[in-house]
Nanobody, 125 residues
Framework: QVQLVESGGGLVQAGGSLRLSCTASGRIFNINVMGWYRQAPGKQREMVARITSGGSTNYADFVKGRFTISRDNAKNTVYLQMNGLKPEDTAVYYC???????????????????WGQGTQVTVSS
């Protein structure tokens, strides 16, 4: 029922910036945490950044202060501002959120994990 739609990926020169967006839609009851993950060819998927509905954030060490995650709860949207991009940031970036849905009685169900389809970020040297 719920889907996550991502946008903002693309090709950028080293040192450049990109802003990723992810919007959740459907019969959403509650979203506590939304996050961004990435997976490069031949590598395991890794967490990039996460944010709670209250605004608490968690960043991977390799971000090194270059990325900023933010959230618009009213729009069920999470953003990832990526500055100072490096070639090693090249990967497919995925939006993720455990989401509680509601039934016809208005009762919360779940949560269940949802993933976006992924957006390609390529950083040239």
């Amino acid at each position: 029922q719920v889907q996550l739609v991502e946008s903002g990926g693309g090709l950028v020169q080293a040192g450049g910036s990109l802003r990723l967006s992810c919007t959740a839609s459907g019969r959403i009851f509650n979203i506590n945490v939304m996050g961004w993950y990435r997976q490069a060819p031949g590598k395991q998927r890794e967490m990039v950044a996460r944010i709670t509905s209250g605004g608490s954030t968690n960043y991977a060490d390799f971000v090194k202060g270059r990325f900023t995650i933010s959230r618009d709860n009213a729009k069920n949207t999470v953003y990832l501002q990526m500055n100072g991009l490096k070639p090693e940031d090249t990967a497919v970036y995925y939006c993720n959120a455990p989401i509680q849905t509601y039934d016809s009685m208005g009762v919360g169900q779940g949560p269940s994990d949802y993933w976006g389809q992924g957006t390609q970020v390529t950083v040239s040297s």
